[in-house]
């Protein structure tokens, strides 16, 4: 009979779970920066607060930007394993 611990690298799923959880986490506060600094940007710019409109477009910048660079890494990833 085969036991069960070599069947299943428990580590490895354990990895896996993790960086998952972890990734999930950024995308997800990524995601949710660059929505909050689109949003922001657009009333500061119809209010003309130009400096806030221009700190909230960087803002949104930067999370659009850290959702692509997770796109890209995942796909890296898969592609290359």
């Known amino acids: 009979m085969i036991a069960?611990?070599?069947v299943v690298d428990w580590?490895?799923?354990l990895d896996a779970a993790v960086a998952s959880l972890v990734a999930a986490l950024v995308v997800?506060?990524?995601a949710s920066t660059a929505i909050y600094g689109a949003a922001t940007f657009a009333e500061a710019q119809r209010d003309e607060r130009y400096g806030v409109?221009?700190?909230a477009a960087v803002l949104a910048l930067v999370g659009s930007l850290v959702v692509a660079a997770s796109i890209a890494v995942g796909l890296y990833v898969?592609?290359?394993g």
């Open 53 to 55: 409109a221009a700190m």
């Open 78 to 80: 898969m592609i290359n």
């Open 28 to 30: 997800t506060l990524a």
């Open 4 to 6: 069960v611990a070599t």
């Open 11 to 13: 580590e490895a799923l």
